[in-house]
């Protein structure tokens, strides 16, 4: 017979590590509900204590993963922000020194995303 694991103790570090966590997490939607627990043998109990902090880890994976969406796509909007605020500046020859900033954003967006950032225009919510 093989040992068991600690779930119950794993699940509290999940709980720890997801109290710890700057980032707004959203619960996922629940899928079903689960079978009542018969008689466990060891190996059905190990096995079922394994299937919970594979769950967990899978959620606590997936809440993160898109809190981190979310929080990259505000990132990107303030940049983009910046980048129009200091492209408009630099029209003006008194503010010619912005115009070698506004050419690496220009160059570092194309690198990153491989398309030109978008005219301002045909971005209404970073008005």
Same mark, same amino acid.
């Given at each position: 017979m093989s040992k068991g694991i600690d779930a119950e103790a794993i699940l509290r570090t999940l709980a720890d590590v997801r109290r710890s966590i700057p980032y707004e997490l959203?619960?996922?939607p629940q899928e079903g509900t689960a079978a009542p627990i018969a008689a466990l043998d060891a190996d059905t109990m190990t096995d079922f204590e394994l299937e919970t902090v594979a769950e967990g880890l899978e959620r606590l994976t997936a809440e993160l993963s898109? $809190?981190?969406e979310r929080a990259h796509a505000k990132a990107l909007a303030e940049a983009l922000r910046v980048y129009y605020a !200091? =492209? =408009?500046? $630099?029209?003006?020859? !008194?503010n010619a020194h912005l115009i070698p900033h506004v050419d690496a954003m220009r160059r570092a967006y194309e690198h990153d995303y491989g398309v030109p950032i978008p005219a301002k225009r045909s971005n209404p919510s970073l008005d």
């Open positions: 959203k619960p996922l898109g $809190a981190l !200091a =492209e =408009e500046l $630099a029209r003006d020859p !008194a």
